[in-house]
């Protein structure tokens, strides 16, 4: 039997059971606390980038993964079987992605513009405020 183990993007290792393959983990925990542990490592930022390694050495790379669903079985001596099925991101997904994170980064644009701007307002009434003075002699 070999060590199968994915590898998170974070560096998180799980150990896969026999018979798992990327479209479907199987994974033995000893407790449901352990299984829930295990669960919350498949985050999105986890599923960006993951490694399959076998017996040590990297077998394949895969990118953009996501967590369609999970299932879990508790065996009779209180360990829990859970199979995470996962898949590549569709072209969509990616995009609708893309698209959120450019939307974000124009607010946070239009966002510094306005600060810019109201700082340059400021500028401007400091600088009537000195001009007014100089021509009126109070300087």
Known sequence: MSNTILVMADATEITMEDNSNMHNVIVKSSTKAAMMATWE???NDNLKSVQLKI?????AEYADLVLVDEKSVVQTDESVLT???LREKTDIEKLQELVAAQSAEIA????????????ID???VVTSTLAEKVEGGQA
Not at 55 to 59: A, E, F, H, I, L
Not at 108 to 119: F, I, M, S, T
């Open 122 to 124: 400021d500028l401007g």
């Open 41 to 43: 490592e498949f985050t």
């Open 108 to 119: 946070a644009l239009k966002e510094g513009q306005g600060v810019q701007d109201g700082a």
């Open 83 to 85: 199979e995470f099925h």
């Open 55 to 59: 017996d040590g050495v990297v077998s």
